[in-house]
């Protein structure tokens, strides 16, 4: 390598996350679901020790996954691993760095062990960051996070929560392509997010990095709503390998992606589907388990 | 001139930002019509494994060879390379094979290694800032191929091609579309209207 090769730059973090667009990103915890969702046609995989749901079940504390299962898993396929850390832990960010993750989500579905999020920008790897809205993922952006993702409500297998964080993103954008030079510090105020990426957003009219949706997504229909809605993939944890056929979802999900506009295709292959993941409904959920509400 | 990008997945919306900016109607390609009404195509970066599959399930491969083996001039960027190719060092997987060489996947080792360099390519009087996501490079090289670039492997390996030619089929195994300097689509769009 000459004198001239950069590694970690915004534009080499970032740029991976262009290369999943249109893609399918699917929670695994194990290499066999790993193989499964590389051969339906996932774009990567997210290693993690349970999926949402049982989190969710299971209660307690949740944590990055067992290093001994992330080897594991990027030793099962080819295409990109990601892994899951706690909001605010380094350490563990640090750990699956050294695994050779190619990128590190921190993620509110596990528990968060600090107010602060992680410092993004010390780091090689890239990161990936839930928002719920437009200050929140600018903040996360401003932090050093390459990829951003809706954060909805993981494990509930109900995409509300994702569309209302999508449908606010949008109009929050669009409302700051409307300002003028003078009213936009007003606005990075308002949004409680740095000036000059809410400049950027403002004179580019969309987010500087990639918006993948995530959160309650079940089914192939939901993959294709959520693409209509304007993300640039999609993120599904529990909605894949918690259902009756994961095999058969995974590659339904994967073309839904692909073809989102066209309703004859997603009717196709959302054809006896068999059974999707038991659902929650989220305005019932008493506001301590919202996994949404963790971080800010 | 008419550029279509293969729109299965990846980044083909940066490559058509390219095509308009170099005054020419860029569009997604998606079905074996739409295969049939271009001038050239380009096949984005993205993962690999996925373009392929889908271009298999959507019955794309013939087209796409039938237009290549007609002369359509056609541009691979990363998995675009590797789609385009007649194999890899590693597994299987549903490849055009219509570019005499063997590739190797994730050739510089994960996200950690990936990188951007200037690099010199044969042809432009000035390097290129090449952006390198867990970029394959070409392990072996057919008759026919001229070698435009080449990098040297990180541990001391030798030099392996990362830019290649053979007749109207281009392959680069970073991302030209990733930086505003366009000469190699520039290429692309030379030989489509030398025909």
């Not at chain 1, 749901?53 to 307690?60: E, H, M, Y």
């Not at chain 2, 001039?73 to 005499?100: E, R």
Request: aromatic share 4%.
């Amino acid at each position: 390598m000459d004198t001239t090769t950069e590694h970690g730059t915004d534009r080499v973090k970032r740029g991976l996350a262009e290369m999943l667009k249109g893609g399918v990103i699917m929670d695994v915890v194990n290499a066999d679901q790993a193989k499964i969702a590389e051969e339906a046609g996932a774009v990567a995989v997210m290693a993690l020790e349970r999926v949402p749901a049982d989190i969710r079940a299971l209660g307690g504390v949740a944590r990055m996954a067992d290093p001994a299962k992330v080897t594991e898993i990027i030793n099962a396929v080819s295409i990109p691993v990601m892994a899951k850390a706690r909001i605010g832990h380094f350490v563990e960010a640090r750990v699956l760095e050294s695994l050779g993750v190619d990128y590190i989500d921190e993620s509110e579905v596990l528990t968060p062990v600090d107010e602060f999020h992680v410092d993004k920008r010390s780091f090689t790897v890239p990161f990936v960051n839930g928002a719920k809205d437009l200050g929140e993922a600018l903040r996360r952006i401003g932090e050093g996070a390459a990829m951003i993702r809706t954060k909805g409500e993981p494990g509930t297998g109900n995409v509300v929560e994702a569309v209302r964080h999508m449908r606010l993103m949008n109009t929050q954008i669009g409302w700051l392509t409307t300002l003028g030079p003078d009213q936009l510090m007003n606005a990075a105020k308002e949004l409680r997010a740095p000036i000059e990426v809410v400049k950027e957003v403002a004179a580019s009219g969309k987010l500087p990095v990639v918006n993948f949706a995530a959160g309650g997504i079940a089914t192939p229909s939901d993959a294709a709503l959520m693409m209509q809605l304007g993300c640039d993939g999609i993120f599904v944890g529990s909605g894949v390998f918690k259902s009756g056929d994961p095999d058969v979802r995974a590659r339904a999900i994967v073309e839904a992606t692909t073809f989102y506009k066209d309703a004859a295709k997603i009717a196709s292959v959302s054809a006896g589907l068999g059974e999707a993941m038991v659902g929650i409904n989220v305005d019932t959920m008493p506001a301590s388990e919202r996994m949404q509400d963790r971080g800010d | 001139m008419k550029v279509g990008a293969l729109a299965l997945q990846g980044d083909f919306r940066e490559h058509l930002a390219v095509v308009s900016r170099l005054g020419h109607d860029g569009v997604e390609v998606r079905t074996a019509d739409e295969v049939a009404g271009v001038d050239a195509l380009i096949i984005p970066g993205g993962e690999s494994t996925t373009i392929g599959r889908l271009a298999t399930i959507y019955g794309l491969m013939d087209p796409i060879r039938d237009r290549i083996a007609g002369g359509m001039p056609v541009f691979g960027t990363c998995a675009g390379m590797i789609f385009l190719a007649s194999g890899t060092t590693g597994a299987d997987q549903p490849q055009l094979g219509v570019l005499d060489v063997i590739v190797e996947r994730n050739a510089f080792g994960r996200q950690v290694e990936s990188f951007e360099a200037d690099l010199r390519i044969t042809g432009l009087s000035n390097p290129m800032r090449a952006v390198f996501i867990r970029a394959p490079w070409i392990e072996k090289v057919g008759a026919d191929v001229e070698v435009l670039a080449t990098v040297e492997a990180p541990d001391g390996g030798g030099e392996h091609a990362v830019v290649v030619r053979q007749d109207r089929i281009l392959a680069a195994s970073f991302h030209p579309e990733l930086t505003a300097d366009d000469r190699l689509h520039t290429m692309l769009i030379d030989l489509a209207e030398e025909r």
